[in-house]
């Protein structure tokens, strides 16, 4: 059962965010955001910064116009909603006083879902709609997924008013693996708030996004979208990338070989310089790799002649 704390105004609520990790900051703190990073969450946090006055506006037109969408997400999809309360407050889990949330509607139960859900409401410009074609951006999915996770909600929806005239809305079940996985990296950002000590770069590295990304959508439905242009710059510097990587082992093996081949029978070599190369022979033991379901990303050039 989700705690209350109550705030007797608005400017109340805000100061309050301060006290604990917000839907809002999680994708900051997972590296989601390219305008906001794990160091500006941890900087508002201790004190050092305010947010920027752009994002105070979002929070002010996002509330103003919060209304107007959930009536239009009522209109178009059949679905009741209601307020879970009146005033300024957050919600929390006993066992995680730092993770709070503040849902803007909860959904009452529908025939196709098991209980009532959450909503979560966004005002989108339109320069950003593209990214809302296919389905809500991630940072978005993780913020719904965070307030699932709080409350324990089995599911929720996203609806997004794109360009102030174009409506998108989409369900996602909660997701207790991503749960699993996010819940240790926001656990060591707010120790990292605690102590007053700057959260480690590693938080934002590639391969704990790559994991990240993996746990958020860990199946494929069969479709074909539209990549954004500039995924034609990704592509061409992912290209030269894997070339250059596959150059540059090549080049690894054959002075590998170099050294195999001069080491011979022997167990070691020695250079001059005192460094020492070994080549020693390994045993491994026969094992069986359980199995597991995973996508693989992989590249296809564009077919010509209709072949």
């Not at 979208?225 to 150059?247: G, H, N, Q, R, Y």
């Not at 081949?261 to 005192?274: E, K, N, R, V, Y």
């Amino acid at each position: 059962m989700a705690e209350l704390i109550e705030y007797p105004s608005r400017d109340a609520w805000l100061t309050g965010r301060r006290e604990g990790i917000g839907s809002s900051d999680v994708p900051a703190i997972l590296g989601l955001l390219p305008y906001k990073s794990a160091h500006d969450v941890w900087a508002e946090k201790v004190g050092l910064i305010e947010p920027s006055t752009e994002e105070q506006e979002q929070l002010k037109w996002g509330r103003l116009l919060e209304p107007a969408i959930a009536a239009g997400y009522e209109e178009e999809t059949g679905r009741i909603l209601f307020r879970p309360r009146s005033g300024y407050y957050v919600l929390y889990a006993p066992e995680r006083p730092w993770l709070r949330v503040t849902p803007d509607y909860e959904l009452a139960p529908v025939t196709e879902r098991e209980g009532p859900g959450l909503l979560e409401i966004k005002n989108v410009s339109a320069w950003l709609g593209a990214a809302w074609d296919d389905e809500p951006p991630p940072a978005v999915q993780v913020q719904l997924q965070t307030q699932l996770l709080v409350l324990a909600y089995g599911w929720g929806s996203i609806a997004g008013l794109v360009g102030g005239n174009r409506l998108r809305w989409a369900d996602q079940e909660a997701k207790p693996d991503f749960h699993a996985l996010v819940l240790p990296r926001l656990e060591e950002f707010w120790h990292s708030v605690v102590t007053e000590q700057p959260p480690s770069a590693v938080s934002q590295s590639a391969e704990r996004m790559a994991e990240l990304l993996a746990k958020l959508h860990p199946k494929d439905d069969g479709t074909t979208i539209a990549l954004p242009d500039e995924a034609i710059t990704w592509d061409a510097d992912l290209v030269e990338v894997k070339a250059t990587i596959k150059s540059a082992e090549k080049i690894e093996r054959e002075l590998e070989n170099r050294f195999k081949a001069a080491i011979g029978d022997a167990t070691a070599g020695a250079l001059p310089s005192g460094v020492r190369y070994s080549w020693k022979a390994q045993h491994r033991d026969e094992y069986t790799v359980a199995a597991a379901d995973f996508r693989v990303l992989r590249r296809h050039e564009a077919k010509k002649n209709g072949r």
